[in-house]
């Protein structure tokens, strides 16, 4: 597949950004009345469930092609890599280590991704302009963030809840260059099987880490189902399509604004303080971004001027 960089995939990105920065917001309220482990398993069930029901109306289409043996390997480990093995192991991470460690490390996804892109697929070479441009990025994140994100919490198994959340981080970046290893393949179905494997692999982990589900109160189920709905099964239906549109180094842009977006939603729906290092990180990742991207940006912009 060729590699496509258009104003719709900004407009995707900035979507995506905008759905996943607010997502914060709806987990404080969800984890009221939940743990952390069936937060995770709910909201992956009610998208799994909603996609599968939109993939079955469609009449469960998949390949466009006949699909290999090979295929089928490939498509099972995208799944456990873009689902199954990340929810699991943020969910379990995440009790162990600060939301601004987490954070930090989900920045550092495309420098994994930039790597295997370079030598697996065509159109996503390397080059040291975009090296730039994302490395000025990332610094732009960890000021906005701040040292907070390398506080230690104290906890026992801080260490491992750390080499957990950059095993997220790794799956995302595997995952997603995989995904543009797939042949033709309709997207909803594709993402309709990332829900359900991802759906399959928590459940099992959050009745090993606290006991059977309880039963949420109507505020509490209202907050899971609009995290199963919005940030998870849309979401991750436009990370599909943008993954398969415009490359998985494209995508990984997504993890310098969602920072910046929970910052400013946070300041002005929550009352907090709006950190005095917004100011200062936000044009630095908005600067990082644009080198990064730099051609895209002016072939776009080029279109909108035809």
């Given amino acids: 597949m060729d590699r496509q960089i ?17 997502t914060f917001l709806v987990i404080e309220i969800a984890l009221r009345g939940v743990s952390p482990a069936w937060l995770a398993a709910a909201r992956v069930g009610f998208a799994a469930l909603l996609m599968a029901v939109v993939w079955s109306v469609r009449g469960w289409p998949l390949f466009e092609t006949k699909a290999t043996p090979q295929t089928w390997i490939r498509l099972v480990i995208v799944a456990l890599l873009s689902s199954t093995f990340p929810f699991t192991l943020l969910a379990w991470g995440q009790q162990h280590v600060t939301s601004a460690f987490a954070g930090v490390t989900m920045a550092t996804v ?31 994140v960890v000021l906005l963030i701040g040292g907070q994100a390398f506080a230690s919490t104290g906890a026992e198994l801080e260490t491992l809840g750390r080499l957990a959340v950059l095993g997220t981080a790794a799956c995302y970046a595997v995952g997603s260059v995989m995904m543009r290893w797939l042949p033709p393949v309709d997207p909803i179905g594709l993402a309709a099987i990332l829900m359900i494997f991802g759906a ?36 991750n239906f436009l990370r599909v399509i943008l993954i398969r549109q415009s490359g998985p180094t494209f995508m990984g842009l997504v993890n310098y604004i969602v920072p910046v977006i929970s910052t400013l939603l946070g300041t002005l729906i929550l009352g907090e303080a709006l950190p005095a290092s917004l100011l200062l990180a936000l044009p630095i990742i908005l ?20």
Avoid: N, Y
């Fill in 6 to 22: 258009t104003a719709k995939s900004w407009a995707m990105l900035g979507a995506l950004g905008l759905v996943w920065g607010s």
């Fill in 110 to 140: 495309i420098f994994m991704v930039l790597p295997l892109a370079h030598f697996t697929i065509p159109g996503e070479r390397m080059e040291l302009r975009s090296f730039l441009g994302f490395l000025i990025g990332f610094f732009g």
């Fill in 200 to 235: 399959i692999g928590i459940t099992p982990l959050a009745f090993a880490l606290d006991g059977p589900p309880p039963l949420p109160a109507p505020p509490t189920l209202a907050a899971l189902a609009i995290l199963g709905l919005l940030p998870t099964a849309g979401a």
């Fill in 287 to 306: 600067i990082g971004m644009a080198i990064s991207q730099w051609d895209a940006l002016a072939r776009v912009a080029a279109r909108l001027r035809s």
